[in-house]
């Protein structure tokens, strides 16, 4: 499975457009790449997945480089309630059931 | 749907204790998996089951066993208790391989 690396904390002020690196410089070609959001005390939650090229819905998009060796989880104009860790996973539609979590990124919003 | 439920949702056991921690999905999924996460940490995976009636490891399986007789639900067996188990325990469902998967609220698990 690949490994990825995320930093381990940002900061950002109300407002802001927050992007969030993932490294996953082992990526196999069928692995997708997935973000998730856990808030305290709450199970993970979904954010975006994507293959390529970039992914958009309605809370976040997603940048991937031709090479697929890092993806970028851009959160626009993030707000107080968006306080919380983010998980970049990369893996298979083989492997998804068997996915491991990081240590996440813990991003923290002031005002 | 009620999504993903575990119960209970805050344990306290002995050393030496066993208990099984439940998990059930309503959205016939038939991916599952139980998690633990230490404070401070990412989840890590324990048992993980592709369908009804297989079942395999993940990351730290010592201490825990699984069983997945039904396609609803996916108990996890805490064998022993010991202090190095106290965690809280999330179990999640996917509807495919590639998929999102859904998280229960979580059960928080304290042996002493």
């Known amino acids: 499975l690949a490994k990825t690396t995320q930093p381990i904390s940002m900061d950002s002020y109300e407002g802001q457009e927050v992007n969030i690196t993932c490294s996953h410089n082992?990526?196999?070609?069928?692995?997708?790449i997935t973000w998730y959001q856990q808030f305290p005390s709450q199970g993970p939650r979904f954010i975006i997945q994507g293959y390529k090229t970039k992914v958009t819905n309605e809370v976040a998009s997603l940048f991937i480089p031709a090479d697929r060796k890092s993806s970028t989880l851009s959160l626009p104009r993030v707000s107080l309630s968006d306080t919380a860790v983010y998980y970049c996973?990369?893996?298979?539609?083989?492997?998804?059931?068997?996915?491991?979590f990081g240590t996440g990124t813990r991003l923290q919003v002031t005002l | 749907n009620a999504g993903v439920t575990q119960t209970p949702k805050f344990q306290v056991l002995k050393t030496g204790q066993s208990m099984t921690l439940q998990c059930a999905q309503d959205?016939?999924?038939?991916?599952m998996s139980w998690y633990r996460q230490d404070p401070g940490m990412g989840l890590r995976l324990i048992h993980y089951?592709?369908?009804?009636?297989?079942?395999d490891q993940g990351e730290v399986p010592n201490g825990y066993n699984v069983s997945r007789s039904t396609t609803e639900d996916f108990p996890l067996r805490l064998l022993s208790a010991a202090p190095s188990q106290t965690s809280v325990y999330f179990c999640a469902s996917s509807g495919d391989r590639g998929g999102e998967q859904y998280f229960g609220p979580g059960t928080r698990l304290t042996v002493t």
């Open positions: 996973l990369v893996g298979s539609t083989g492997t998804a059931s068997k996915l491991t």
């Open positions: 082992n990526i196999a070609t069928n692995d997708y």
């Open positions: 089951s592709v369908g009804a009636g297989i079942t």
């Open positions: 959205m016939n999924h038939e991916y």
